[in-house]
């Protein structure tokens, strides 16, 4: 079973940027694809992005263009660069993986972290 533990949240001014890593219990590479996705109070836990293992990215339209995941298989780490950030980005940044490939069902992912804080003040 991989355990997967985030790091990298805290309190950024809007415009802001932070960088979100997930370290793996075990080898993910050639195996896991990965995603993180996110929850803000009282909302569902919605897809942010995705990375296969040979690295295929897919956004949704949110966050395109201003985050950026990325995965280091020598290190069973996988990170997201987040960049310009809003308001809304708030919430609990969860890691997951999942043997399938890439997607940003929740109902696909196995294995979950349990998730990193990142608020974002106006």
């Known amino acids: 079973q991989v355990q997967l533990v985030e790091s990298g949240g805290g309190l950024v001014q809007a415009g802001g940027s932070l960088r979100l890593s997930c370290a793996a219990s075990?080898?993910?590479?050639?195996?896991?694809?990965m995603g993180w996705f996110r929850q803000a109070p009282e909302k569902e836990r919605e897809f942010v992005a995705t990375i296969s293992w040979s690295g295929y990215t897919y956004y949704p339209d949110s966050v395109k263009g201003r985050f950026t995941i990325s995965r280091d298989n020598a290190k069973n780490t996988v990170a997201l660069q987040m960049n310009s950030l809003k308001p809304e980005d708030t919430a609990v940044y969860f890691c997951?993986?999942?043997?399938?490939?890439?997607?940003?069902?929740?109902?696909?992912?196995?294995?979950w972290g349990q998730g990193t804080q990142v608020t974002v003040s106006s």
């Open positions: 075990e080898r993910t590479s050639n195996t896991y694809a």
């Open positions: 997951a993986a999942n043997r399938i490939g890439p997607s940003s069902s929740r109902a696909d992912y196995d294995y």
